[in-house]
């Protein structure tokens, strides 16, 4: 792990150069497993962008640990570093250093794309508040998913937020959303749960709170 290799700046800009915005943060609380290093995720999103997002969690008094990822094109740029959690609170402008910065190439698993499908579910109420309910399955035979320890993810994005393209942090599932994206609706994801092969939960994410921010990454192209 590269410790603090993140430049924060406040004016200075390059020629050769990717911004990222970022106009909304999500803090999530995992409520099947608080043990997790990452059990209470952060996410910071564009809500018109869904390629992209910034992964923060606590790392220890000091500092977060922070990874950054975008899911498309063949060249996806990857950060993964401890950051000064004051500093990067603070700092609008994150430029990232050509020693945290790595590449990675097109998804490599993208052809087991074909093998998972989105299904509408029925609308649901979570605190007044009407939502949609999808969820990704795997189109292999139950006996398969047992052996593999497959799970399916649910969905629920409030009704009222048709502005927010849905977020979604795992590439198969953003992969799948890019085939048929009309198939599926917009909207903030309050919940987000993982049940098995048994139809029992196993992992579950509710959302705690949403703020609106104007933070941007910057990826210095000319890196070797």
């Known amino acids: 792990m590269k410790k603090l290799l993140l430049l924060l700046l406040l004016s200075q800009r390059f020629y050769a150069q990717k911004v990222y915005d970022f106009d909304y943060v999500l803090e999530y609380k995992n409520e099947i497993d608080s043990t997790k290093m990452i059990s209470n995720p952060t996410y910071y999103i564009n809500s018109k962008a869904n390629n992209y ?104 994005a409030d009704k009222n937020s048709s502005s927010f393209l849905p977020f979604f942090n795992h590439p198969i599932v953003y992969e799948e959303w890019k085939t048929d994206v009309e198939a599926i609706p917009n909207g903030i994801i309050k919940i987000k749960y993982n049940t098995n092969w048994e139809n029992k939960i196993t992992d579950k994410w509710v959302l705690e709170k949403i703020t609106p921010i104007e933070k941007e990454l910057i990826i210095i192209e000319d890196c070797d």
């Open 53 to 156: 997002s910034i992964l923060v969690f606590k790392r220890d008094s000091l500092n977060i640990g922070l990874y950054f990822g975008d899911m498309n094109g063949t060249k996806q740029p990857r950060v993964n570093s401890d950051v000064n959690e004051s500093a990067f609170n603070n700092t609008k402008s994150i430029s990232v250093t050509c020693e945290a910065l790595s590449y990675s190439g097109e998804y490599h698993y993208k052809y087991k794309v074909k093998e998972y499908y989105f299904e509408n579910l029925k609308d649901t109420i979570i605190d007044k508040v009407p939502c949609f309910h999808y969820v990704i399955k795997s189109n292999k035979p139950l006996k398969y998913q047992k052996r593999k320890d497959m799970f399916q993810t649910h969905f629920i």
